[in-house]
C-alpha cells in the first residue's frame, strides 16, 4: 500500500505563491502520469494538472499560465510538485496528489490552501 503524503499548503494573500510537495511512502512507486487535485469545500475533487513521466504537462483551463507541476523521478520513487503564482481566492481548498487515473488506495491527508483577498 502507497500513502501519498502532501505538504506546502498554508495560508496566503491574493497574488502570492506557494509550492506544494508530494511524496511517496513506499521507496518503489513510479506511476507513469501523477496529477494534483483539488477540492474546495462543498465541492467535488476537480484535476488541477497533470505530468507524464517524460514530463509532458497538462493544466485546467482556471489555472493555466498561474501553475508548474513538475516531478522529480529518484530511483525507484517519484516525487511531485506543484508551483503556485498570481493565487486566487478561487484556488482555495484541500490539494492532493495521486497518480493519473487515480487510485482509491493513493488518497492521502492533502494539504490546505487558503487565498485571502
Known amino acids: 500500500q502507497v500513502q501519498l503524503v502532501e505538504s506546502g499548503g498554508g495560508l496566503v494573500q491574493a497574488g502570492g505563491s506557494l509550492r506544494l510537495s508530494c511524496a511517496a511512502s513506499?521507496?518503489?512507486?513510479?506511476?507513469?502520469?501523477m496529477a494534483w487535485f483539488r477540492q474546495a469545500p462543498g465541492k467535488e475533487r476537480d484535476i488541477v494538472a497533470t505530468i507524464t513521466w517524460n514530463d509532458y504537462t497538462n493544466y485546467a483551463d482556471s489555472v493555466q499560465g498561474r501553475f508548474t507541476i513538475s516531478r522529480n523521478n529518484a530511483e525507484n520513487t517519484v516525487a511531485v510538485y506543484l508551483q503556485m503564482n498570481s493565487l486566487k481566492p478561487e484556488d482555495a481548498g484541500v490539494y492532493y496528489c495521486?497518480?493519473?487515473?487515480?487510485?482509491?488506495?493513493?488518497w492521502g491527508q492533502g494539504t490546505q490552501v487558503t487565498v485571502s483577498p
Open positions: 495521486n497518480s493519473y487515473p487515480p487510485r482509491l488506495g493513493y
Open positions: 513506499r521507496r518503489t512507486f513510479s506511476p507513469d502520469t
